[in-house]
């Protein structure tokens, strides 16, 4: 009997980035294990949680890039945000369980007040997160604790607004755009502005329209991924995803990185740099330091099939 063919795996064969547009309604869980299934790849995650009241850039790495999202999430957020004045949440958001209601105080609410409140929220520099949030106090994720009815103190965070601007309102209902450091949360926004202006106020709808370097007018449907072959059509390579200076090695001096060998470094400013193989694969998250570099993740490249 002949040998039976070696059909070829495709499983982690794709190493990059794919921006989802996020829709409504999914856990950010679900939707990496939808893009596991469709493109049929082992590992992938995404970085960093978007509700399933919101839509919009869900950055997902696949492969290799699952072990450089740490440099992926550490970054600025934007979004557009639809609110309405008169209701208050024990949630911050529409999906929670109305604990107020004051009809006439956000009928006062004028364009003018709407936009200072506003402004003096741009100078905020901490923000206590909401109950409703998957922060881990004592080991309990925040949302598990208010599902109990169990309510903590929580520290504030620090918190940066490069922009938040009203773009539309007829009362009681706002949209505003939002341009902010990692880790703001929305709906903490929301609930504070609707505080300010003494009706209260609940979040209503999420877009997340850029995190880090990547933008809406990247992003796909879950549904364009019909295939591996489809994912690897709008996969962006983990190079380019990073954004960082690069130096490139010759296939000779690639082991001299995966062993932690100092590379001549002079050239990079000091600051992060990616070390990359010939290929155009990732070996390398380094730093320049002093006259020196220091390593801070080496990738072995993907075995070939």
């Known amino acids: 009997m002949s040998p ?3 059909r070829r795996g495709r499983r ?25 299934r469709r493109a049929e790849i082992g590992s992938a995650g995404h970085t ?3 509700d399933p009241i919101a839509t919009g ?9 699952t072990k450089l999202a740490q440099w992926l999430t550490a970054e600025d957020k934007a979004y557009e945000a639809e609110l309405e ?17 004051d009809p006439d105080g956000a009928a006062r609410v004028d364009r003018a007040a709407l936009e200072g409140a506003l402004a003096e ?12 949030s998957a922060i881990k106090q004592g080991g309990v994720r925040l949302h598990e604790l208010a599902r109990a009815g169990v309510e903590v103190d929580r520290a504030p965070r620090p918190v940066r607004f490069d922009r938040l601007a009203l773009l539309d309102f007829e009362a009681p209902r706002a949209r505003v755009t939002i341009a902010c450091s990692k880790g703001t ?9 609707g505080q300010r202006l003494g009706c209260g106020a609940m979040l209503t709808a999420l877009r997340r329209t850029a995190s880090g370097r990547f933008t809406i007018d990247q992003a796909i449907p879950i549904d364009a991924i019909t295939s591996p072959m489809a994912a690897a059509a709008r996969l962006i390579p983990a190079a380019q995803a990073l954004g960082l200076p690069a130096i490139t090695v010759a296939p000779e001096r690639e082991r001299d990185v995966l062993d932690g060998r100092e590379l001549d470094a002079s050239a990079m ?11 155009g694969h990732v070996l390398a998250i380094c730093e320049r330091v002093g006259a020196g570099m220091r390593y801070h993740r080496v990738l072995e490249p993907p075995r070939s099939r």
Do not use: N, W
């Open 269 to 279: 400013a000091p600051g992060l740099f990616q070390v990359l193989a010939q290929s």
């Open 4 to 6: 039976r063919p070696h």
């Open 185 to 193: 949360y929305v709906r903490s926004l929301v609930r504070d502005l």
């Open 121 to 132: 929220l741009a100078c905020t520099t901490e923000q206590v997160p909401p109950m409703h």
């Open 85 to 101: 004045l008169g209701v208050e949440t024990d949630s911050y958001d529409v999906e929670g369980t109305v604990t107020r209601r």
């Open 12 to 36: 982690d064969e794709l190493h990059g980035v794919l921006i989802i547009d996020k829709p409504h309604g999914m856990t950010s869980a679900a939707v990496v294990g939808e893009v596991r």
């Open 57 to 65: 850039v869900l950055p997902v790495c696949v492969g290799t890039a």
């Open 48 to 50: 960093g949680t978007l």
